[in-house]
């Protein structure tokens, strides 16, 4: 089973090089990796040509934004199953691919997902927020739930049946195309009930009021396009964030330890 890996990445000098590492680093042999840089201007691209592996491609040109990054290395994925590698992420550990793969072969499944940390941008060792997913029914879509975009893998049939990202959405594609594939299709997904990304906070759709409230009328738009749901799936979606943060000032020892 080959696995596809799309790294969409604008001005992320800092970061850029250890999400690549982290993908080279998968003991699952059978990967590609597809970098779409949308010429950055901070010195990005050098770092990435450092970086470049064996398994790795490249492309540098303009974009309209993430989603459009994303779509293009959907489009150029050969792989039987297509993840995402975020240009601030990195994966657990090294097995994880394995562990996906394993999640494939084991079960007639199109798709496999499983949970994610948030860390502190400042330190990477301290988890701010545990998203735990769960196991899904299609009825938690009405009550809010989705699968960590970043943690999610797809066989790449369910891109080519309903699409990719619809770059309408400049904030939320991505809930919108979750709720596409997962309400029109018969997944049959496989839940991997461990720590598969940790993610670094400051994304772009928190970075202001303006964005969050962006983001909330984009997440409602998605509900209703895809007849999921309305106000009321939100605020459950909202809510469910609450549980998720770990306290301030407890060690990553004592919140949990990764599998």
């Known amino acids: 089973m080959k696995i596809s890996i799309v790294t969409a990445v604008y001005n992320r000098r800092a970061t850029i090089a250890q999400a690549i590492a982290s993908v080279q680093a998968q003991t699952w042999p059978h990967v590609e990796h597809l970098v ?3 010429a950055s201007t901070d010195g990005t691209l050098a770092v990435v040509e450092r970086a470049r592996h064996q398994r790795m491609r490249l492309v540098s040109e303009p974009d309209t934004g993430i989603y459009d990054a994303l779509n293009k290395g959907v489009a150029l994925a050969t792989g039987d199953v297509v993840g995402l590698m975020h240009s601030d992420d990195f994966f657990a550990h090294c097995r994880v691919l394995e562990k996906v793969a394993a999640a494939f072969g084991a079960a007639d499944a199109l798709a496999a997902y499983g949970d994610l940390d ?25 009550r809010g739930w989705m699968p960590p975009h970043p943690a999610l893998f797809l066989r790449r049939e369910v891109f080519e049946r309903h699409g990719a990202y619809d770059t309408r959405f400049r904030i939320a594609a991505d809930y ?3 709720l596409r594939w997962f ?9 991997i009930p461990e720590v598969l990304v940790k993610m670094r906070l400051g994304g772009e759709s928190n970075r202001s009021v303006r964005k969050i ?8 738009r998605a509900l209703r396009i895809n007849g999921v749901g309305g106000i009321g799936a939100l605020a459950l979606k909202n809510l469910s964030k609450v549980g998720q943060f770990v306290p301030a000032g407890r ?3 004592e919140r949990g330890r990764r599998r």
């Open 183 to 191: 309400s029109r299709e018969d997944l049959r997904p496989v839940y």
């Open 118 to 142: 948030y860390v502190s941008a400042e330190d990477e060792t301290r988890i701010v927020r545990r998203w735990r997913s769960g196991t899904y029914e299609p009825a938690k879509l009405r």
């Open 36 to 38: 779409i840089d949308g």
């Open 176 to 178: 919108d195309a979750i």
């Open 213 to 220: 409230l962006r983001k909330t009328g984009e997440d409602y």
């Open 251 to 253: 060690s990553g020892n």
